[in-house]
Every structure is written in structure tokens, then in C-alpha cells.
Nanobody, 125 residues
Framework: QVQLVESGGGSVQAGESLRLSCAAS????????MAWFRQAPGKEREGVAC????????FVAASVKGRFTASQDNANNMAYLQMTGLNPEDTAVYYC??????????????????WGQGTQVTVSS
């Protein structure tokens, strides 16, 4: 069973930064991609950023482009989401996910097999 554990969430003021971490029980190299998602109350889960392990390409959603960056430390089975310029609209529970099934883009939540428990990010104005 693959385990993913997020950490690093918290409460910040608008304009501040946070770095989320995702610790995996597997090497991310063995997963075709990994991704970060978020879900705000009453809203659908939204893809935020993802990394394809073949070639290392990263993608970020338009809503966070220029502010959020995804990265991986394959030697330590860790993934990170660096978030800058946070605003209240970024308030959500953030999840990491890995081991996708084929057939869609890496920001599609339907394709991922394993999920972490989530970490809360709250941004106040």
C-alpha cells in the first residue's frame, strides 16, 4: 500500500508564502506523474500542479501560474509545492497524489490511485 503524507499547511496572511511537502512510501520515479490538488469547501477538487517523471515536465494551473512551483526530491521520496503571493482564494485543503492510470492529463484527479490525507491552507486578507 502506497502512503502519501502532506505537511506544511497553516494559516497565513495574504501575500505570504508556504511550502507544502509530500512524503511518499515509494519512489516518485516509479510513478508516471505526481500532482498537487486542492479542494475548497463546496467546490470540486482542482488540479494545481503536476510533474511528469519522464522528462521532468511540470504543469501548473492557470489560477496559480507564476505563484506556485512543484518540485521533487527523488532521492528522498519527497515532493514539494512552493506557494508564493497567497491570496484568500487559495484557501483549501491541499492534497498530493501519485500513481496515475493512463488516459488523461496529469491534472485530472480521476486518474490517481493514491492520495494523501490533505493539509489545510488558510489565507486571510
Amino acid at each position: 500500500q502506497v502512503q502519501l503524507v502532506e505537511s506544511g499547511g497553516g494559516s497565513v496572511q495574504a501575500g505570504e508564502s508556504l511550502r507544502l511537502s509530500c512524503a511518499a512510501s515509494i519512489s516518485f520515479v516509479s510513478s508516471a506523474s505526481m500532482a498537487w490538488f486542492r479542494q475548497a469547501p463546496g467546490k470540486e477538487r482542482e488540479g494545481v500542479a503536476c510533474i511528469y517523471n519522464s522528462g521532468g515536465s511540470t504543469f501548473v494551473a492557470a489560477s496559480v501560474k507564476g505563484r506556485f512551483t512543484a518540485s521533487q526530491d527523488n532521492a528522498n521520496n519527497m515532493a514539494y509545492l512552493q506557494m508564493t503571493g497567497l491570496n484568500p482564494e487559495d484557501t483549501a485543503v491541499y492534497y498530493c497524489a501519485a500513481v496515475p492510470r493512463p488516459g488523461s492529463t496529469c491534472l485530472d484527479p480521476q486518474i490517481y490511485t493514491y492520495w494523501g490525507q490533505g493539509t489545510q491552507v488558510t489565507v486571510s486578507s
